[in-house]
C-alpha cells in the first residue's frame, strides 16, 4: 500500500531519544518485520514475499507485523515510537532518499553485510544504488518500484462515452473525455479521495505533464517558478472542482479505486499500487486499461519501496540474512508480480502480467524519471509534511491556487 511520511512524531522527538551508540547491538534470534501493507493492492504480496523468505530460511524466525491504516500513517507512528523508546524492529517498510533525513543517527548502515555480500550495487538501477544512501550510509534495501504518472481507467466507461483513451494527449484532451464521460453515461468522470498526500501527488503529475519536467525538477530542487506551479494548480482545480466523486473527502483510494472495477467511473489518478488491486476477473485490456498522464508519456514517476535497517539491531545478523533476500530476484519477483509494482533489478518477466511487463520495459526506456514528491524521495519528510498542510489550509474546497501556490514556493 502507499504510505506517507507524516506520522504524527516530529523528527524532533523522534531523535529527543533515539537509540544510543550506533552500532549492532547484541544479536538476538528473531527477525520482527514491520509494514503496512494490509490492503488488497499489498498483502497477497506481502504473504507471498515472507513465505519465500520462510521456505528459503527456515532456520530464521520470523514475527512479521503488518499494521494496517490507510497512508500507513499508524505503520509510521508505531516505528516512530518504537524507535524513540530504542525498542527498534529488525527492520521496517518504509521509504528510501530525503524520507531517510528524518531518521538520521537512528539508521544502520548494511552497505558490507549486504549491499556488498549480495552484490546489490551492480544488480539495481543505479539511481536505485543511489537513492538508499541516507546520512548514516546504505541503510535502505530496495523491494520495488512504483510507477506515479499512470492514468487507469473502466473501458466500459469509455466505450459508453465514446473515448478514445490514445487520443488523450493533453490536458485540454483529458478534460474533453471527463466531459463526454459525464455527458455521455451515469459514471463518475474522475473517482480518488481528498486526503492532502492525493492532492499533492496528482498535482505534482499535473506539474509534470502541464509545465513540464525541468519545470518540476525546478521546483523540488527550491527554484521553481511561482507561476507556473500555480497553473498546473489551476488545472488541478478544474478536474476536483467539476469532475471528482462529491464524497472524495470521505473515502480512501482503497475504495475510489473500488468504482473503477465496479464501472462506476471512468478515470483514477494512483501510483501503480491502484492495478494491483485488480484482480482476476477484472482483465487489463478488457476491463481495465491505463495511459501515461497527458505530457509525461516519456517519463517514468519514479516512486521506491524499501525496507530500513535500524541501528543497535535487536538481531544484526538475521537482520541482514532477511535484507540480502529482500535485494534478491526471488524477493523481487515474488513481491512485485502481486503488487502492482515492478523489481529494481533485471528479472526474468515470465511470472509478471501483460501491463507489469510493459511498465518494467517503460522503466528501462524512460527519457526521464522524476522521483515522486508525496513519497518521499523528491523531499523530505518535514518539507512534504508542509506542503500537505498547505494543500489542507489553501486547497480543500474552496480552491486557491494562488495561496497555496505561493506557500509550494515559500516552502521548497
Same mark, same amino acid.
Given at each position: 500500500?502507499?504510505?506517507?511520511?507524516?506520522?504524527?512524531?516530529?523528527?524532533?522527538?523522534?531523535?529527543?531519544?533515539?537509540?544510543?551508540?550506533?552500532?549492532?547491538?547484541?544479536?538476538?534470534?528473531?527477525?520482527?518485520?514491520?509494514?503496512?501493507?494490509?490492503?488488497?493492492?499489498?498483502?497477497?504480496?506481502?504473504?507471498?514475499?515472507?513465505?519465500?523468505?520462510?521456505?528459503?530460511?527456515?532456520?530464521?524466525?520470523?514475527?512479521?507485523?503488518?499494521?494496517?491504516?490507510?497512508?500507513?500513517?499508524?505503520?509510521?507512528?508505531?516505528?516512530?515510537?518504537?524507535?524513540?523508546?530504542?525498542?527498534?524492529?529488525?527492520?521496517?517498510?518504509?521509504?528510501?532518499?530525503?524520507?531517510?533525513?528524518?531518521?538520521?543517527?537512528?539508521?544502520?548502515?548494511?552497505?558490507?553485510?549486504?549491499?556488498?555480500?549480495?552484490?546489490?550495487?551492480?544488480?539495481?538501477?543505479?539511481?536505485?544504488?543511489?537513492?538508499?544512501?541516507?546520512?548514516?550510509?546504505?541503510?535502505?534495501?530496495?523491494?520495488?518500484?512504483?510507477?506515479?504518472?499512470?492514468?487507469?481507467?473502466?473501458?466500459?466507461?469509455?466505450?459508453?462515452?465514446?473515448?478514445?483513451?490514445?487520443?488523450?494527449?493533453?490536458?485540454?484532451?483529458?478534460?474533453?473525455?471527463?466531459?463526454?464521460?459525464?455527458?455521455?453515461?451515469?459514471?463518475?468522470?474522475?473517482?480518488?479521495?481528498?486526503?492532502?498526500?492525493?492532492?499533492?501527488?496528482?498535482?505534482?503529475?499535473?506539474?509534470?505533464?502541464?509545465?513540464?519536467?525541468?519545470?518540476?525538477?525546478?521546483?523540488?530542487?527550491?527554484?521553481?517558478?511561482?507561476?507556473?506551479?500555480?497553473?498546473?494548480?489551476?488545472?488541478?482545480?478544474?478536474?476536483?472542482?467539476?469532475?471528482?466523486?462529491?464524497?472524495?473527502?470521505?473515502?480512501?483510494?482503497?475504495?475510489?479505486?473500488?468504482?473503477?472495477?465496479?464501472?462506476?467511473?471512468?478515470?483514477?489518478?494512483?501510483? @501503480?499500487?491502484?492495478?494491483?488491486?485488480?484482480?482476476?476477473?477484472?482483465?487489463?485490456?478488457?476491463?481495465?486499461?491505463?495511459?501515461?498522464?497527458?505530457?509525461?508519456?516519456?517519463?517514468?514517476?519514479?516512486?521506491?519501496?524499501?525496507?530500513?535497517?535500524?541501528?543497535?539491531?535487536?538481531?544484526?545478523?538475521?537482520?541482514?540474512?532477511?535484507?540480502?533476500?529482500?535485494?534478491?530476484?526471488?524477493?523481487?519477483?515474488?513481491?512485485?508480480?502481486?503488487?502492482?509494482?515492478?523489481?529494481?533489478?533485471?528479472?526474468?518477466?515470465?511470472?509478471?502480467?501483460?501491463?507489469?511487463?510493459?511498465?518494467?520495459?517503460?522503466?528501462?526506456?524512460?527519457?526521464?524519471?522524476?522521483?515522486?514528491?508525496?513519497?518521499?524521495?523528491?523531499?523530505?519528510?518535514?518539507?512534504?509534511?508542509?506542503?500537505?498542510?498547505?494543500?489542507?489550509? @489553501?486547497?480543500?474546497?474552496?480552491?486557491?491556487?494562488?495561496?497555496?501556490?505561493?506557500?509550494?514556493?515559500?516552502?521548497?
Amino acid at each position: 500500500m502507499r504510505g506517507t511520511a507524516a506520522a504524527g512524531v516530529s523528527a524532533t522527538a523522534l531523535l529527543a531519544g533515539c537509540l544510543t551508540g550506533g552500532g549492532d547491538g547484541g544479536d538476538g534470534n528473531e527477525v520482527e518485520v514491520l509494514h503496512g501493507w494490509t490492503g488488497g493492492d499489498g498483502a497477497d504480496a506481502a504473504s507471498a514475499l515472507f513465505s519465500a523468505f520462510e521456505e528459503e530460511h527456515s532456520d530464521v524466525p520470523t514475527n512479521v507485523r503488518p499494521i494496517g491504516g490507510e497512508g500507513n500513517q499508524a505503520l509510521d507512528q508505531v516505528v516512530a515510537q518504537r524507535l524513540q523508546s530504542d525498542e527498534p524492529p529488525s527492520s521496517f517498510a518504509g521509504w528510501p532518499g530525503p524520507n531517510m533525513l528524518q531518521y538520521e543517527g537512528v539508521l544502520g548502515d548494511v552497505e558490507e553485510e549486504v549491499w556488498e555480500e549480495a552484490g546489490l550495487k551492480e544488480a539495481h538501477a543505479p539511481e536505485v544504488v543511489e537513492i538508499c544512501q541516507g546520512p548514516d550510509g546504505y541503510s535502505a534495501v530496495p523491494i520495488g518500484s512504483h510507477r506515479m504518472n499512470d492514468l487507469f481507467y473502466n473501458v466500459q466507461v469509455l466505450d459508453d462515452a465514446g473515448v478514445d483513451p490514445d487520443s488523450i494527449d493533453s490536458f485540454d484532451a483529458f478534460v474533453d473525455a471527463l466531459d463526454a464521460i459525464e455527458s455521455n453515461t451515469s459514471a463518475q468522470p474522475y473517482v480518488n479521495g481528498l486526503a492532502p498526500w492525493i492532492v499533492l501527488q496528482f498535482w505534482a503529475v499535473t506539474m509534470l505533464g502541464t509545465q513540464g519536467y525541468d519545470a518540476y525538477m525546478s521546483f523540488i530542487e527550491g527554484d521553481g517558478d511561482e507561476a507556473q506551479v500555480r497553473a498546473a494548480f489551476e488545472n488541478v482545480e478544474i478536474v476536483l472542482s467539476d469532475y471528482l466523486n462529491v464524497d472524495a473527502a470521505e473515502i480512501g483510494f482503497t475504495e475510489a479505486n473500488q468504482r473503477i472495477m465496479a464501472g462506476d467511473a471512468g478515470f483514477i489518478h494512483q501510483g @501503480n499500487w491502484a492495478a494491483g488491486a485488480y484482480g482476476e476477473d477484472f482483465v487489463y485490456g478488457e476491463d481495465w486499461g491505463n495511459i501515461q498522464f497527458p505530457g509525461t508519456e516519456d517519463m517514468y514517476g519514479l516512486h521506491f519501496d524499501s525496507f530500513l535497517y535500524p541501528a543497535n539491531n535487536p538481531s544484526p545478523d538475521n537482520t541482514h540474512t532477511f535484507l540480502r533476500f529482500a535485494g534478491s530476484e526471488t524477493a523481487h519477483v515474488e513481491f512485485n508480480r502481486l503488487k502492482g509494482s515492478i523489481p529494481t533489478r533485471e528479472v526474468p518477466t515470465d511470472r509478471f502480467n501483460e501491463y507489469l511487463t510493459q511498465t518494467i520495459e517503460d522503466f528501462s526506456s524512460a527519457e526521464q524519471r522524476p522521483p515522486t514528491i508525496a513519497h518521499g524521495l523528491a523531499v523530505p519528510q518535514s518539507t512534504q509534511s508542509q506542503l500537505e498542510e498547505a494543500i489542507s489550509n @489553501n486547497f480543500a474546497d474552496p480552491y486557491n491556487p494562488s495561496a497555496v501556490a505561493s506557500e509550494f514556493v515559500n516552502i521548497v
